[in-house]
Structures are given as structure tokens and as C-alpha cells.
């Protein structure tokens, strides 16, 4: 499905010259039976422009391992570790709450917050941080990232960024970058042409990815914070899915310069090309491991699109994927550990997730039209996009596949989203 699509629309860009603020809702659809309940106590607020309680609590609901209180069960609105009555909170049976202030310091506000286990009794951790008014959001965020990592031992990933396709019509096509939580869209490329396939550098201050701006596929890198820009391929044929090396010196990508579409490795010092696979097939969709020392990459070589494996030197090509007539997209966990991929039978396609280390494949979500995985930082959830008639939107679902949410966009088709490093 996702590879011929892309596929076709490459080739079709490359030997024709004819052409062819989103607001956004989060519904958690599906959550864990054993999430721990947590308070977050809104915080004392001395004229600051963001509710920093509701953002936390938002974030922490949506990982789905807290089950969060509601606001007006609460019993009191202390704002530090002394104001706080613990015996009121265990009778309400919270395990832990976060209560804290945001006050108003000349323009700059100074944020403190503390991490109290209901039962124990004491703090757990406590913070104080300056911000600006227009970085409150991301503390915010920060906090929520702090508070996940001592509850649960792993990293928050709610400070992070998305990437993402939108196209309000066939002729209004943007590449957009948003916090991962949906919010503060801002557009990174806008094109009357299709762009594709965002891919983010490893220090997640530049973006790869394919537009046809030009009447052909071309790759482009852009770096964020100045907006500049440069082409980097644009082969005869075939030039698509771009993806980083972890040292961020290298690009991964589709080309067909020399016939049928193989993976290339692009120095971007250099600018030399390595062929990394070789066959008379389709091959594209390369992802690298997280050591880069090899590349996994979508080909239908065996009659069906399916996984194989390669030295990111080139050599050593074997198939990863058996199971399901349709194996595609892959991409790593951070620790490579796992690898999610679209995995399509019977019509439907739906995100699954491979162990490398026993190759046994687990599918996460129902489809019938998943695509496009993106695991989170802390690799943790899987980003993902999807389809309810012609509407296209992204989803997110834990590892495990008990936790699912669904990111609403109030206008526009939404896919190919690329969670930032």
C-alpha cells in the first residue's frame, strides 16, 4: 500500500512535467488497567498566560501509565509540599500528586514545582526554573518529562517535536512542525507540489525530505531555526525517502538513477553515493539500526514487499520479515530493540512491531489503512498515521499496544509524521 503509493507518485513526479495553524483534539481511545493515579493541583498563578496544570496533566494522561484526577474532585489547592494535607489525599486514594506555582518576575516567571508520594509522605523531586512567557508551553513539558522519569525509571519524550505532511487540497501541500502534543504548528515548507517523506537529523535541528516543487523529486535539508535550505539530490529518476544516520553525517535514501530504484548512502561532506542494495526490484524505505552499522529497507525483490537487512557499507543483504504478504516502513526503537513496520494482509494494514532478538512479529493497532511508524524518543509509543474514509490523521500507540490515542486535526488530510530525536 505505502510503497507503491510513494512509489508511483515518485515515478510519476520524475518522468512527467505535468503536475498533479491546525487546531487539534487528542482522544485517548484505548488506556491501561493499572495506570497509577496521580493529582495534579493546579498551580498558583500569578498572571501567567498558560495553565501549566493542564498541560502537565494532559501529557501525563496521555502516556497512559497515570490515571490522572479530575479537577474538581479535589479536595484543596496546595501549592507546596507544607500546604499540603497528605491524609485528605490518601482518603481520595492518589498515589502521588505534583503541586507547585508560576509567579510573575518582571516578564519572567519563576516556576516551582514538587513531586509528593501520597502514602510515604516527602517530596520525590522538586524544581525551580525561569521562563519567558512564550517557553512556558515547553516548561511545561519539561515538567511532565520530569515527573515521567522518576515514576516510571524511563525518559519522558513530552518536551520533543513532530513532523508532519499536511494538504488542505490537491494543489496545498505543508511540511509542519509541532510540539509533540499537537500544539504550536508551525510550517517548515509549503508547496502547490506533493512533499513527502520528512526525516529529522539526529540533534533534531534539520529536516530531510522530498519535494516535487520542481516538477521532479528532488531532496532537500533544512535547517529549522534559520530556514535555510538545500537540494541535495535530484538524480534523474527516483529520488525519495531520506533518512539520517545516527551521526548525522550520512543520508540514506531511494534512487533510480541507474535503473530500478536501490538504496544509496549520500555523504553529505563529500557528496559521494555508495549503492547499498542491489537487485532488479523495488527497494526503498531505508531506515538505519541505531549503531549505523546496517540499514533495514522495504523491496518486493521476493514478489511482495517485505524487510530485509544490509550493511550500511553496502553487502550482506538478507530478508528480516515472513510473516503477513506485506512488510513495510521500518523503523528502529532508539535502543534497537524493536522494529515497527506497516504489516498489510487480507486488505487491511495495521502497525506491528518486531523483536530483533527472537523475530517474532506483534501487531498493534486494527487498521484498515495504518502507515508511516515513528517511535518516540524514549521508544515508548509508536506515531502513526491512518484513514477513516478519505480523512487522514495520526494516531500514537504504546510498544504494547494497550495504550492508543488519536491526534484530531480540525481541518486538512495529515500523514507522514516523524517523531523528533
Not at 516556576?111 to 520525590?124: E, I, P, R, S, T
Request: proline share 6%; glycine share 10%; hydrophobic share 35%.
Amino acid at each position: 500500500m505505502v510503497l507503491f503509493r510513494n512509489i508511483f507518485l515518485l515515478m510519476l513526479a520524475s518522468f512527467s512535467v505535468q503536475t498533479s495553524h491546525a487546531g487539534l483534539t487528542i482522544e485517548i481511545t484505548e488506556g491501561i488497567e493499572s495506570a497509577l493515579p496521580v493529582a495534579i493541583v493546579p498551580f498558583a498563578n500569578n498572571g501567567a498566560p498558560v495553565d501549566i496544570r493542564a498541560i502537565v496533566n494532559a501529557d501525563l494522561e496521555r502516556s497512559g501509565y497515570f490515571k490522572m484526577m479530575a479537577e474538581q474532585s479535589m479536595p484543596s489547592r496546595p501549592s507546596s509540599a507544607q500546604e499540603t494535607n497528605l491524609k485528605e489525599w490518601q482518603a481520595l486514594s492518589q498515589n502521588y500528586m505534583v503541586v507547585g506555582r508560576a509567579t510573575n518576575n518582571g516578564g519572567l516567571y519563576d516556576v516551582q514545582f514538587q513531586l509528593l508520594d501520597v502514602y510515604k509522605g516527602g517530596q520525590m523531586l522538586g524544581y525551580r526554573m525561569s521562563s519567558s512567557a512564550a517557553d512556558l508551553r515547553r516548561t511545561a513539558h519539561h515538567i511532565s518529562d520530569l515527573v515521567f522519569e522518576k515514576l516510571t525509571g524511563k525518559k519522558g519524550s513530552f518536551s520533543g517535536k513532530i513532523a508532519y505532511i499536511t494538504s488542505s487540497n490537491p494543489k496545498a501541500h505543508q511540511l509542519q512542525v509541532a510540539d509533540a502534543d499537537g500544539f504550536n504548528p508551525q510550517t517548515v515548507a509549503s508547496s502547490p507540489e506533493p512533499l513527502m517523506s520528512p526525516s529529522w537529523s539526529p540533534d533534531g535541528k534539520k529536516l530531510a525530505y522530498v519535494s516535487f516543487e520542481r516538477k521532479t523529486a528532488a531532496i532537500y535539508i533544512q535547517t529549522l531555526a534559520t530556514g535555510q535550505r538545500e537540494r541535495v539530490a535530484e538524480f534523474p529518476g527516483i529520488n525519495g525517502a531520506p533518512s539520517w544516520s545516527p551521526d548525522g553525517t550520512r543520508l540514506a535514501l531511494t534512487l533510480s538513477k541507474d535503473g530500478s530504484p536501490d538504496i544509496y548512502v549520500l555523504n553529505l561532506g563529500s557528496r559521494s553515493l555508495q549503492k547499498i542494495s542491489k537487485s532488479a526490484a523495488i527497494d526503498t524505505e531505508p531506515t538505519w539500526s541505531p549503531d549505523g552499522s546496517s540499514v533495514v529497507f522495504t523491496s518486493d525483490r521476493g514478489g511482495k514487499p517485505q524487510l530485509y537487512i544490509a550493511s550500511s557499507q553496502g553487502g550482506g543483504e538478507k530478508r528480516l520479515t515472513f510473516s503477513g504478504d506485506y512488510n513495510a516502513r521500518a523503523s528502529y526503537s532508539p535502543d534497537g530493540k524493536y522494529i515497527a513496520m506497516v504489516h498489510g494482509g487480507g486488505g487491511s494494514y495495521r502497525i506491528a512491531v518486531m523483536d530483533m532478538a527472537t523475530r517474532a512479529i506483534n501487531v498493534l493497532t486494527s487498521g484498515p489503512a495504518d502507515e508511516s511508524p515513528s517511535f518516540s524518543p524514549n521508544g515508548s509509543m509508536i506515531l502513526y498515521a491512518s484513514k477513516k474514509g478519505r480523512t487522514g490523521f495520526l494516531s500514537a500507540v504504546s510498544i504494547d499496544g494497550k495504550m492508543q490515542q488519536k491526534l484530531v486535526f480540525n481541518s486538512g488530510e495529515v500523514r507522514e509524521p516523524s517523531w523528533s530525536p
